[in-house]
């Protein structure tokens, strides 16, 4: 069964380091997702996007926040100046419509360290 | 607002037992969905129910939704310990059809 993959599986940065986490979503998908979960705490929204471009974004999702499709297969997001607190794992998602009752693949995950 | 909140946080039974847990959210939703996610790993998607549904059956999974209440239950029947993982419920909502909204989930650990 076609999956979402994430790379890499787990991220060390230095705090004000950029750091770029990539997604290649199911081939026929059309709507693409990031969503963050810091340890122990609920799945949060960041962004969506689709016909290359946002489609919704969340608070948490501010300047230092960027997504980009720069191909027809990898969807990444960059971080510019990382913080201490965006340590988490951030997954990727993506579905093939954006119907309602579409659901939504997720990927692995990237774990991400901020020290 | 927050959507979605789960509770238990947490639940632990034995094999062979039913593991109930629960969902309520706070706006008008289309539709509910249940995902699970094992140890590590990314949500998987389970289980949708409509707003127009009550009850919706899949496998040993039973989903209810009350929207007259807000809140929606998950069953696992006869649970085996490969249903060990945390489980969410995300709703999308009138107002934002590509939005899905998670709680923070149920841990369920299911004992042999």
């Known amino acids: 069964e076609p999956e979402v993959t994430q790379t890499p599986s787990h991220q060390v940065t230095q705090m004000g380091q950029e750091v770029i986490l990539r997604c290649v979503p199911i081939?026929?998908?059309?709507?693409f997702y990031w969503y963050r979960q810091i340890l122990g705490q609920k799945v949060e929204f960041l962004v969506s996007f689709y016909n290359n471009e946002i489609s919704e974004k969340s608070e948490i999702f501010d300047d230092q926040f960027s997504v980009e499709r720069p191909d027809g297969s990898n969807f990444t997001l960059k971080i510019r100046s990382t913080k201490l607190e965006d340590s988490a794992m951030y997954f990727c998602?993506?579905?093939?419509?954006?119907?309602?009752?579409?659901?939504?693949?997720f990927g692995n995950g990237t774990r991400l360290t901020v020290t | 607002s927050q959507q979605g909140e789960e509770d238990p946080q947490a639940l632990s039974i034995q094999e062979g037992e039913n593991a109930t847990m629960n969902c309520s959210y706070k706006t008008s939703i289309n539709n509910l969905q249940w995902y699970r996610q094992n140890s590590g790993r990314g949500l998987v998607h389970l289980i949708l129910?409509?707003?127009?549904?009550r009850e919706k059956h899949s496998g040993r999974l039973r989903v209810t939704l009350d929207t007259s209440k807000k809140s929606s239950s998950l069953l696992i029947t006869a649970s085996r310990a490969a249903d060990t993982a945390s489980y969410f419920c995300?709703?999308?909502?009138?107002?934002?059809?590509?939005?899905?909204?998670f709680g923070a989930g149920t841990q369920v650990v299911v004992t042999p």
């Open positions: 995300a709703t999308v909502t009138t107002d934002s059809w590509g939005k899905f909204q």
């Open positions: 081939s026929n998908h059309l709507y």
């Open positions: 129910i409509r707003s127009n549904e």
């Open positions: 998602a993506s579905r093939r419509t954006g119907g309602q009752n579409s659901p939504l693949h």
